[in-house]
């Protein structure tokens, strides 16, 4: 199951989560804020009572001050609003990044192998680095936060096997037994986030030293578990020691499957100018769009295992496609697929009402409509 975890105290990480709480639900008053369908003070009153916030090894892009560094800087919109509290988190945040990486790089030194909570994008330093990529892209933090994802690409030796630098010694869920631990293929735990936020970086021209190799490596190891067969292209959703999870065409979400893994390699094509693999994504999400098998097994319309994710993957993967239109029909037959979901049991942003409502602002005023607002950089779709 994707989420963030929540920290013991489970009512304050509840008030201060982008994934289940009232920062996620804020970020669809901002939307609809800058839409003018709501007001901004609408937007202030989901935002206040939240604190003290969390800065401790549980924080990260989903919960505590960065979530709601996050959450203010869409509120700000370009403006002076929330400038005094932006500037009071850029420095938590700023300290609490240096912190992060220096466990991270002693960890490297050691010869330990990663978690999910040191690197991904809900708990680790790929969802910082998002924000920070955000908010100050050629800042001292930010590029510290590349180059550790540079070198989490370099390849380690785990119990004496060479693995890729981002093998974890754990499960990829509670539910799954693995001894030996797993390479993660996924947007939200995997290397796909890094993946997106290196290539969002170098589309930005934020660069480090290795950039553009870390990315071709992740890319390679790509290639490596790729499978093709007449559903079209897909990846496991992890690797271990036991060779590959089960390829069978598996429910596609943002978080983990085709959507996902399809977008950071587009992404990563563009800023490497690979003209074959951005082809090869972009086909490969038409397919899966296409394919009943797949889509049959999304049971719900929320944005990490659900049809919102899909929906607003495939808006920015048109928006940057070789044939824009090529996507238009299918958007189409998911919102209408959407409409027969059965409602949801949270108001949530990860996997409730607040997220799917965002998705579908777009989506459902036409098919070739443009995906508007940044929300989305939370999901490192943009």
């Not at 960065?66 to 609003?81: I, K, Q, Y």
């Not at 119990?159 to 390479?183: F, K, Y």
Request: glycine fraction near 12%; charge should be neutral; include cysteine.
């Amino acid at each position: 199951m994707t989420g963030a975890q929540p920290a013991a105290d489970t009512s304050l990480s509840y008030g201060q989560s982008l994934a289940h709480g009232p920062l996620g639900t804020a970020l669809l008053h901002i939307e609809q804020a800058r839409r003018g369908v709501s007001t901004w003070e609408e937007v202030h009153r989901s935002l206040s009572g939240v604190g003290p916030l969390i800065d401790g090894p549980d924080a990260g892009l989903y919960l505590g001050a960065p979530a709601m560094a996050f959450v203010l800087h869409l509120a700000a919109d370009g403006t002076d609003r929330y400038a005094g509290a932006l500037h009071t988190l850029d420095t938590v945040v700023a300290a609490h990044t240096r912190r992060r990486l220096a466990a991270a790089h002693e960890r490297t030194n050691a010869g330990r192998v990663t978690t999910f909570a040191e690197y991904d994008l809900l708990r680790g330093l790929t969802g910082v680095g998002a924000l920070l990529l955000r908010r100050h892209p050629r800042g001292p933090e930010t590029k510290r936060v590349l180059e550790y994802l540079v070198r989490l690409t370099e390849p380690i030796f785990a119990n004496g096997e060479r693995r890729p630098g981002w093998w974890v010694g754990h499960a990829p869920t509670h539910q799954t037994a693995m001894p030996g631990g797993h390479a993660n293929a996924g947007m939200a735990h995997g290397i796909t986030g890094p993946l997106a936020l290196l290539s969002l970086a170098l589309r930005a021209g934020v660069t480090v030293d290795g950039h553009e190799a870390a990315i071709r490596r992740i890319c390679s190891w790509l290639d490596g578990i790729r499978r093709v067969d007449r559903s079209g292209v897909r990846w496991p959703r992890w690797t271990s020691g036991r060779g590959s999870a089960p390829t069978p065409p598996a429910g596609p979400s943002w978080c983990y499957g085709t959507p996902g893994i399809a977008r950071a390699q587009q992404l990563a094509a563009i800023v490497t100018e690979d003209a074959d693999r951005k082809r090869m994504a972009e086909r490969a999400l038409l397919a899966c769009l296409a394919d009943p098998d797949q889509l049959d097994q999304v049971a719900d319309r929320g944005l990490c295992h659900g049809l919102a994710g899909i929906v607003r993957t495939a808006q920015r993967m048109a928006e940057d496609a070789a044939n824009p239109q090529a996507f238009a029909g299918r958007i189409s037959a998911l919102v209408e697929r959407a409409s027969a979901a059965a409602p949801f049991a949270e108001t949530g942003f990860l996997e409730g009402e607040a997220g799917a409502t965002l998705a579908f602002l777009d989506a459902e005023s036409g098919s070739d409509a443009v995906p508007r607002g940044q929300w989305d950089t939370c999901l490192l779709l943009t």
